[in-house]
């Protein structure tokens, strides 16, 4: 039996999706943080568990074939990136691998990703940044990004996934908060000001948004931010306040006032123009969600006169790019402000054939399967946590001729494709498209045929 501070050396032959290299020692199993697979180490027990335990790396022996150079100071301890230290492709392959054992191992589904799609561009493509605003020890501001599992800020003024420029704009925040006696919000005892700094900027547009996440109602002297702030970028076309004054994990509260400029900006997604407001959701690789989308477009082989559906729609990307080759697109998605959005960018794409509800997607799908309505094709967008089952139950009356699922959770994916597997849709086609390199995350694309007359 192993003990603690035990050396062994080891192989790592896996990698798990929070970033841990796995290695066996006589067929039990160690997780190692900081390794890559094919890595030989000389490793020191940290824990022993009844089922598996951790191990730290006190030496690379023979390093991995996919080992590459880290170029980021706080990779492992941002709770961000879980692949600075190994190249792109083996990133790629051990992703569709983790898609490929959750559809065996959870949906039990005898299909396997035909390729895995990488992102256009493997840094500086994130879109949007939500950034902590905290306090360093002398009771500065401080900018940065949570530990894992944890909210303890880890000061980084340029994250290597997002433009440059993201990092000038904080700067010019932390500038205008010491300068203006701005206090940062702390979580424990609820006092000061600011929470989060929310960058967004739209890839096509060159459209900037600054939205400062505020625990009041009003931030004192906005004047000399607003200043500040289109000094330092000249394409900033919104500056707004969002106030949220509840505690707890949630960074956006409900209510956003315009400071400067517009209350949204506007990007270009798949030739069609797109209004995105704070709240409203959106893809944050513009490239990647491009390339998403396309394939989505591929699975749903839409025919003239086809009825689409589009579930959890957010402000109405995936239908909107695809809705010149539809009959008619329906949208459902349930925040309010989005729906405005996605009802807005049909209006001025002059898409005419698109409606939008603002629903539950499940008691949407209940209400339009109950009114007999028959879409050719259904796409569901879910969150991470996946479909409601009332959206599977109505699936059997609406019953599609196909349904594509997209997920950014390939684990729900494929519980609810074996859900609807049960009810006669089979997966025909699963791709995986990497929307988020160096990080954890992966995107799914699955085409699910209606196999049985329900
Ligand atoms: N398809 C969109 C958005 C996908 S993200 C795109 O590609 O941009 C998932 C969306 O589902 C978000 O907009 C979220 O607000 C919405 N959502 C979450 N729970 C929902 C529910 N129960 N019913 C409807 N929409 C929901």
Known sequence: MLKKNDILTLTVTDLTNEGMGVAKHEGYVLFIPKTAVGDVIRARVLKVLSSHGFAKCEEILTPSPDRQDVD?????????????????????????????????????????????????????????????????????????FFAPHSHRIIPCDHCRLQPDFYADITRTVEAWMKECAVRPYNEETRKGTLRHLFI????????????????????????????????????????????????????LGGKCVTLWGKPSIRDTLCGVSFDISPLSF?????????VLYRTAAEFAALSEGDTLLDLYCGVGTIGLSMANKA????????????????????????????????????????????????????????????????????????????????????????????????????????????????????????????????
């Open 72 to 144: 980021c100071p706080v990779f492992t301890k941002c709770g961000g990136c879980l692949f600075r230290h190994i190249r792109y492709d083996a990133e790629l392959a051990i992703k569709k691998s983790w898609v490929d054992e959750h559809f065996r191992r959870i949906g039990k589904l005898d299909i396997a990703c035909d390729t895995i799609i990488p992102s256009p561009a493997e840094n500086g493509y994130r879109n949007k940044a939500q950034i902590p605003c905290g306090e360093d020890k002398e009771g500065n501001p401080s900018f940065g």
């Open 282 to 290: 959106y893809q944050v690789n513009h490239d990647g969600a491009e």
């Open 200 to 251: 967004r900027d739209g890839r096509v547009s060159g459209e900037v948004m600054v939205c400062l996440v505020s625990n009041s109602e009003k931030l004192p002297h906005t004047d000399i931010l607003v200043k500040k702030l289109l000094q330092t970028n000249p394409k900033i076309a919104s500056i707004v306040l969002n106030v949220n004054k509840k505690p707890g994990n949630e960074i």
């Open 327 to 454: 009959g008619k697109l329906i949208g459902v998605e349930v925040i309010p402000a989005a729906v405005e959005n996605a009802k807005e960018n049909a209006k001025r794409n002059g898409i005419a054939n698109a409606e939008f509800i603002c629903a539950d997607a499940g008691e949407a799908a209940t209400k339009l399967a109950a009114e007999n309505m028959k879409p050719d094709v259904v796409i569901v967008d879910p969150p991470r946590k996946g479909c409601g089952e009332d959206v599977i139950e109505a699936m059997k009356t609406l019953s599609p001729k196909r349904i594509v699922m997209v997920s950014c959770n390939s684990a729900t994916a494929a519980r609810d494709c074996a859900r609807l597997s049960e009810i006669g849709y089979m997966p025909t086609k699963l791709r995986a498209v990497d929307m988020f390199p160096r990080t954890g995350h992966v995107e799914t694309v699955v085409c699910l045929k209606r196999c049985l007359d329900n």
